[in-house]
């Protein structure tokens, strides 16, 4: 895998050549600072927000008097940054996509990081709910830092002009997606997307869906995409047609779900899954799937979330967890 391949992967890059087989999308440009909000690891404070949260009242003298802030001149407020150009930019682009969407850089989504927000969900209607997200996110981290991870070329690393991807909000059923692995402008396999769970329609239907992804890969993505190794991603509707959901490059960086990266580079183990009576070409991809409940997985993002508690005084979303924890700490204080 090389620098090049992992380019024209970027959003940016091959949208214009697919626009018609995707989503509706918005690229705007990310400005630097911007970036370097992401990018900061100090506490998390979320920008961007048009409707500030409104405080009740106290019910009493006694609770006003506990939940009041300390006067000291040491006390530091902290202060989101704010980007006024950049939040009518992003609202508009949101409200041109029918007020809902899901938000990306030039690769990677917070995929992450879903736990985090309210709704526990991707879905954003605000740059506050995609800041949250990406401010979360290790993928969109790697994103900034480690775009060229795994590339096996010395060059210098190229200048990434940084986008914020805005995907018009579908709901999408993981049963529905797949991962298709492209080498030398062949489909040499398929996989399901969300295999930690088991999906009896995907068992049952493996020779259609298998048909239906090849017709598509022959007739839009075949020596029409900028590389001739590649991964990309689709989703095939209730109807059975299919939509082209990203690309990826074909390497160690992308998940490679039911295959290993050994079999998809060597091409060993990799023949039609499918019986001879099955109206299969010699040369179809491998398509796996997971074939019973025995085998399902824990969810492979679990090991990026964090104790509900701890996510709770982080948002602000259970405000008697925060006074307890503000008692707690002027507790201690004046025990030191």
């Known amino acids: 895998m090389k620098k090049e391949h992992v380019l024209h992967c970027q959003f940016s890059a091959w949208y214009p050549l697919f626009r018609s087989l995707t989503i509706k999308s918005v690229v705007l440009p ?14 998390l404070v979320v920008s961007g927000r048009q409707d500030p949260p409104t405080c009740s009242q106290p019910d009493s003298d ?9 006067d000291d001149e040491n006390t530091t407020t902290l ?12 609202q508009e682009a949101i409200d ?5 969407v899901f938000p990306k850089l030039n690769w990677s989504a917070p995929r992450d990081a879903y736990w985090i927000a309210m709704n526990s969900s991707l879905k954003c209607k605000t740059l506050s709910d995609i800041f949250l997200l990406f401010k979360s996110s290790d993928f969109i981290t790697r994103d900034f830092t480690q775009p060229f991870i795994h590339c ?29 692995f492209v080498k030398e402008n062949k489909l040499i396999g398929i996989s399901q997307r969300d295999y930690t769970q088991y999906y009896d329609h995907i068992s049952k239907r493996k020779e259609e869906i298998c048909r239906c992804i090849q017709d598509f890969f022959r007739k839009h ?24 959901i990203d690309f990826n490059p074909f390497g160690e960086v992308t998940d490679s779900l039911l295959f290993t990266w050994e079999e998809l580079i060597s091409e060993k183990n990799l023949k039609g899954d499918f019986s001879e009576g099955d109206a299969q070409e010699q040369d179809s991809p491998a398509f796996r799937c997971t074939n019973s409940e025995v ?10 979330r964090l104790p509900k508690d701890f996510v709770d005084l982080s948002t602000g979303e259970d405000a008697h967890k925060l006074i307890d924890f503000l008692k707690l700490k002027r507790n201690q204080q004046e025990d030191d």
């Open 152 to 180: 096996t070329d010395d060059s210098p690393d190229p200048c990434i002009e940084y986008e914020l991807v805005l995907r018009k909000w579908c709901e999408l059923i993981p049963g529905a997606e797949f991962r298709c």
């Open 79 to 90: 202060t989101a940054p704010e980007f006024p150009e950049f939040t009518t930019q992003v």
């Open 96 to 100: 041109s996509l029918g007020g809902s």
């Open 221 to 244: 993505i075949q020596y029409k995409f900028l590389d001739e190794d590649f991964v990309f991603d689709i989703y095939r509707d209730s109807r059975g047609k299919v939509w082209l």
């Open 62 to 70: 006694d609770e006003a008097e506990e939940i009041q802030w300390s």
């Open 30 to 43: 990310l400005p630097q600072n911007v970036k370097d909000y992401l990018l900061d690891d100090g506490t």
């Open 295 to 304: 085998t399902v997985q824990p969810s492979p993002y679990l090991s990026y």
